[in-house]
């Protein structure tokens, strides 16, 4: 959590708001489907998102952050 802190600190996102839609897991793998809200800019952004930990040792040691629209995403942050 404090590197997507960081994340949005320099990239100027502020994300003011989050709904977790499930929590899926296995021993091996931990996935989220949540919704986000993003302002940046001025600009608001709702997306959608997926989340999966890959989880070794109780530990998670990947992640993967997927965008349920990525062209629209990437348009909303780099814009």
């Known amino acids: ?7 949005m600190q320099e990239t100027g996102v502020e994300m003011t708001g989050m709904t977790i839609h499930d929590v899926i ?5 931990t996935v989220i489907l949540h919704e986000a809200t ?3 800019g001025g600009r608001t952004f709702n997306a959608q998102y997926v989340d999966v930990y890959h989880l070794r040792n109780g530990r998670a040691t990947e992640h993967w952050h ?13 814009g």
């Open 66 to 78: 997927l965008a349920v629209d990525p062209k629209a995403n990437e348009e909303f942050l780099g």
């Open 38 to 40: 993003l302002t940046k």
């Open 1 to 7: 959590m404090a590197l997507m802190g960081r994340v």
């Open 25 to 29: 897991a296995s021993d091996d793998h």
